[in-house]
């Protein structure tokens, strides 16, 4: 890779022994080997409440804003995500709109695509399901879209989760390993072609 790609990974989920943080740490980890430049967060150090129009008038929570810097520094992202009832978290969503709302008289925020638009995403799932949370990202995928992302084509959702990691955090089987790294990768390519 030629300029270090700045990559911004994260998991939909904060619980301690998510299968999903697990995923971002693989992610994360074949990302920084092929040289980009990762900053892997967590949502759990970022104190949001669910989203409301009226505690937003009264000021922005300093961690929406600090997140809406994080996803604009970054050009591309990994966003592992959980599966809920067949569709993405709150955690995920509610992070979303936080990012996605405007600051009303703020010169730098003014646009709530700014953080998102032109954006490489690209998903992966995972859950103790036969599904692997493949659902979750049929749905976030027209999400991004709509907030003028460019989703990666390439997608992978991890079924049996409780069974896919060894003691160390890593895949134990060569096909999922291979699966994780033909999105990683195509991130980065088409990362790099989009650089602004
Ligand atoms: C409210 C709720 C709904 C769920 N719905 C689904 C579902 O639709 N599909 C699925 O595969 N797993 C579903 N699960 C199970 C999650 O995949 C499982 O809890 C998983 O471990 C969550 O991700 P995490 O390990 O990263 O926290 C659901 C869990 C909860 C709490």
């Given amino acids: 890779m030629s300029t270090p790609l700045p990559l911004l990974v994260f998991a939909g989920s904060t619980r301690a022994q998510s299968f999903n943080r697990k995923l971002a740490t693989v992610a994360a980890e074949r990302a920084q080997a092929e040289g980009a430049q990762v900053t892997h ?48 978290t709150a955690l995920l969503k509610n992070t979303i709109d936080w990012v996605s709302s405007p600051i009303k008289g703020d010169p730098l925020w003014s646009s709530g695509t700014k953080p998102f638009a032109g954006k490489v995403v690209g998903l992966l799932s995972a859950s103790p399901g036969a599904l692997g949370g493949l659902r979750s990202l049929s749905h976030l995928t027209p999400l991004l879209l709509n907030l003028q992302c460019w989703v990666a084509p390439k997608q992978f959702a991890l079924s049996r ?21 033909g999105v990683i990768d195509q991130v980065l390519w088409a990362g790099q072609r989009l650089l602004p």
């Fill in 161 to 181: 989760a409780g069974d896919a990691f060894d003691a160390d955090g890593q895949l134990v089987a060569e096909p999922a390993r291979n699966a994780v790294h």
């Fill in 41 to 88: 967060i967590e949502l759990a150090d970022f104190d949001l409440p669910i989203y409301n129009a009226d505690l937003e008038a009264r000021g922005t929570p300093a961690a929406a804003v600090k997140l809406k810097e994080l996803f604009h520094a970054h050009p591309a992202w990994i966003i592992v995500s959980p599966e809920y009832n067949g569709s993405y």
